[in-house]
Structure formats: C-alpha cells, structure tokens
C-alpha cells in the first residue's frame, strides 16, 4: 500500500472526533427564562425597549444569571401579565429541544393578585372587599391552578426534555410591623399567607414532575413593602403604577438570584 494512503487511513478516524472538553469544564448552558412579570424583571427598570409591553428587565434575574454564567444560547421569553396559559401557548414552543436549563416563575396572576393587591392594599378600601378579593384567590388556587400547572409543566417537560427545569416560588410583598401604613395587620397576614399557599403549591406541583423549586422567601425575609430606604426590595404603591408591588432591582439580584443560582448550579 503506499505510503500516502496508509497515512491518510490512518489519521481519518480523528477527524471524526468531537473537541475535546477542558477537564473539569461543563458545557455551557442553554437557558430559557419563561413566566410573568416577576421573571421579566418589572420593577426593576432599565427594561428592554424592544421588548414592548412584556417590560422584560436588564436588571431581571435571568439577565443576571445569563451575565454571570453566560449560557451559549439564551432565550428571554418572560413577559408582563402572564398567566399559566400564556406562558403555554406563547412561551413553551419557543424554547428549544435541545436547552439545558429552564427557569419558570408563574401562577400570581392566575390567582388574581393584581385585583387582590387593589382590593386589599390600595387606600380607602374596605375589609369586606379585600375578604372578597382573597376568598376568591383561594378558591381558584384550590380548584384551578393545580390542573394548570400540571399542564404548563408537562408541555415544557415534553419541549425540553433533558433540561435542568427551576421553578420559582413569590416573596412576601409585605412587611408584617404595626408601624406599615398599607393595608391592615390583619390584611398583610392574610395576603402573605396566600403567598405561601401558592408558593407551597407550586413546590409540591413542580417536585411531582422532578423539577427544582427555588423558594425565594427567606431572601427577601426583612425586605417587603413597607420599610423605606434600601432594606425595601419590593416597591408599595409606585408610579408607574404597573410597578407597584413588584420587586425592584435589589431583590431581583439578592433575592431571587441567589436562589436561582443554588437551585440551577447546585
């Protein structure tokens, strides 16, 4: 044989090769950020004009993540006001086949906490408005949301089936001291105590389809609407109004990314 094919013969299995990983490196990551306005970042400013009026934020903790990780590919799909359903049928076929990490905030706005937050929170409103507002939140966190998010989390499962999968839960907006003006003492327990319904749902739902639940709770513990100055990481009633009740930049970076990050790297 000669020499030039014997050579050639040789050498053409390592062609078919991948590139080698450094040791110790992991490939990077391929990340979808999906859900409503706490993942887009509202609150936080700096927002993306090109993201119109799903308001997504610089300053968001998926942008943050991305930043300090960042993934070979990025999708920032979260938007203002969405629902379960939405994030369904807007969010999920975009994501890839082939994503790696996913990471899901959802479920307020099925509960109506936007109408609870003006029942409850907003001056001059009266108890009975605000039961009827959290009555209702409660029956359809009962009755509905456990249906939905079973749906939302098996479509997504089925869309990116390899993919590390991290849902968040919601802080407290509220602090609960006799000196807070919004609401009443008796109003913020009961709004919180919603929020940790909601939150223990969303654990127990997220766990049944082997996802990661990252409970932002404890970091935004002393942070809620009522303290003033920058222990405050959630905006009371703001302008825009849109903002109100939202977590500003310090709790997108202090309390969600922190928990995104153990919940994602760990």
Sequence with gaps: MRPQLLAALTAAPLLLLPAATPAGAAPAARYAALGDSYAAGVGAGAYDPVSAGCRRSTRSYPELWRAANGPADFLFAACNGAATADVERDQVPRVPADTTLV??????????????????????????????????????????????????????????????????????????????????????????ALTDALDDLIERQSAKQGFRFADVRAGFDGHGACRGGPDEWIHPITLPL????????????????????DAALG
């Excluded at 907003?122 to 009962?142: G, I, K, M, V, W």
């Excluded at 479509?155 to 509220?174: E, F, S």
């Excluded at 602090?175 to 913020?188: Q, V």
């Excluded at 849109?242 to 990050?261: R, T």
Aim: charged share 20%; hydrophobic share 35%; net charge negative.
């Design 103 to 192: 990471t899901l905030t959802v479920g307020g706005n099925d509960l109506g906490f936007g109408d609870a937050v003006v029942a409850c929170l907003q001056p001059l409103t009266t108890d009975a408005h605000c039961d009827a507002a959290l009555d209702e939140s409660e029956r359809r966190l009962r009755e509905e949301l456990p249906g939905r998010l079973d749906t939302l989390y098996r479509a997504l499962d089925a869309k990116a089936p390899a993919a590390r999968v991290v849902v968040t839960g919601y802080p407290h907006l509220l602090g609960t001291a006799a000196t807070c003006l919004i609401g009443t003492e008796a109003r913020r327990a009961r709004f919180n």
């Design 242 to 261: 849109w903002e109100s009740y939202h977590p500003k930049a310090a709790g997108q970076s202090g309390g969600y990314l922190p928990s995104v990050s």
